[in-house]
């Protein structure tokens, strides 16, 4: 593509020369004063695609017509409801089929893992995030390790950065794993920060963590459908992920987790159980004893969430037409075009807090507003723009390459020209 320009001319030809334009289509967009919102929020709840619509009638016709019998009959039969999301997500998490499972909520399946791979010993208990982490994370860490008789001041080790700066530098997180290598069980790093946008070095901080003896462990929030990731190759114990973001699969959808096959093929690894984990030759004999599948869904609990899970069956149908990689390299050109774009408003006194380097950001920049964040944000939704505010001072735009374009990007910028 030829060098960026502030123009609307330019950000046309660059959605007419974009292979993946016509996907957004394919979305409900919200609508202001009669016209379709710029909406670069789908690092916070996804876009509804159109598809939706039918895929959940599907589901409403087989129980009316078929009642419990839809468990074995119709479009999708319930039983095996959850296995539909598996391959297109082990594609986008870049996993086996079997390391794979939907299921709860995120923060839900951020305990269970907890619960199986957070084994603290009294003198290896510590367990590692960055500092700031989403607070639902803060929260389960907090009580885990309450849950397991340590005190958080003690066994949470929170990662900062160095004074003056927004980010976390890959070295610093090196050198901490190797100063509490005697000490540390488990390493629960956001791989994407959801204040600052940054995106972590995954296959070197596992590395790392299991080198000191320590379980890798992620959440893949910011993460999920936005870079694609190799998590069986990059050797990550455990991973857990939303869908409601750039999945779009619906407010408060079904979670996503994985499990490395080095751990979901042994069975004798702890897990609250429940009949759904069980394997399926002896679930219905409806016998004590708990045998779990030899893969990610052994730690399925309970029968599978059909009407939390059909929206995103059908968003990643799309992600399967538009292939996770083509929707990297749009999207980098997307931020890439913001940044440009932003760098041209002199006037509105920000600072871009994301990494200016492509390889550590996904979709989102991160605008940091030393005065008025709050009062401008509440001017850009008035203006027809959708993006949301994080104390203290964060305006956060994320282009969500699946539905946003190029033409998005520089009406954004227009308005932000003429209006602030």
């Given at each position: 593509m030829a060098p960026f320009e502030a123009s609307l001319d330019y950000a046309r030809k660059a959605d007419q020369a974009d292979a993946l334009h016509h996907f957004k289509a394919q979305?409900?967009?919200?609508?202001h004063n009669g016209k379709e919102v710029i909406y670069f929020c789908g690092n916070s709840l996804g876009l509804q695609p159109k598809s939706a619509h039918a895929?959940?009638?599907?589901?409403?016709?087989t129980w009316r017509e078929q009642a419990v019998g839809g468990y074995f009959n119709g479009a999708n039969p319930w039983l095996y409801y959850q296995d539909y999301c598996k391959p297109a997500l082990a594609k986008i998490m870049g996993a086996s089929n079997e390391e794979i499972t939907v299921m709860n909520a995120l923060t839900v399946n951020?305990?269970?893992?907890?619960?199986?791979?957070?084994?603290?010993?009294?003198?290896?208990y510590k367990i590692m995030l960055e500092a700031g982490a989403f607070p639902s994370d803060q929260y389960a860490v907090e009580t885990q390790a309450k849950h397991h008789g340590f005190n958080p001041d003690d066994a949470i080790i929170e990662i900062f950065p160095r004074a003056g700066e927004k980010t976390l530098?890959?070295?610093?997180?090196?050198?901490?794993i190797e100063e509490h290598k005697d000490s540390l069980a488990l390493t629960i790093f956001g791989g994407i920060n959801y204040y600052t946008g940054q995106f972590f070095d995954i296959p070197t901080i596992t590395k790392a963590a299991q080198a000191a003896g320590a379980i890798a462990g992620w959440d893949l929030a910011h993460v999920a459908g936005n870079i694609p990731l190799q998590l069986h190759d990059w050797q990550v114990d455990f991973a857990i992920w939303c869908s409601y973001k750039y999945l779009n699969a619906g407010?408060?959808?079904?979670?996503?987790v994985f499990v490395h096959n080095k751990h979901a093929q042994q069975t004798d690894v702890n897990r609250m159980a429940g009949w759904w984990g069980n394997d399926e030759k002896t679930r219905f004999k409806m016998e004590k004893g708990f045998y779990a599948k030899p893969d990610a869904s052994g730690w399925n609990i309970s029968t599978a969430q059909v009407f939390n899970t059909v929206c995103l069956k059908a968003s990643l149908e799309l992600f399967d037409q538009a292939d996770i990689l083509a929707l990297r390299a749009k999207s980098i050109q997307l931020t890439n075009y913001l940044e440009f774009l932003l760098q041209q408003l002199p006037n509105l006194q920000f600072e871009i807090i994301t990494p200016a380097?492509?390889?550590q950001r996904g979709a989102q920049l991160s605008l940091y507003f030393p005065n008025n964040g709050k009062a401008i944000h509440q001017k850009m939704i008035e203006?027809?723009?959708?993006?949301?505010?994080?104390e203290p001072g964060v305006i956060r735009v994320a282009p969500a390459p699946l539905y946003c374009s190029f033409e998005d990007v520089y009406i954004f910028y227009e308005i932000l020209k003429t209006n602030f």
């Open positions: 979305f409900h967009f919200p609508h895929a959940i009638e599907t589901e409403l016709k951020m305990h269970l893992m907890m619960l199986s791979f957070y084994k603290p010993t009294p003198t290896r530098r890959t070295e610093d997180i090196l050198q901490a407010p408060g959808a079904v979670g996503g380097d492509p390889a203006s027809g723009i959708i993006v949301d505010y994080r």
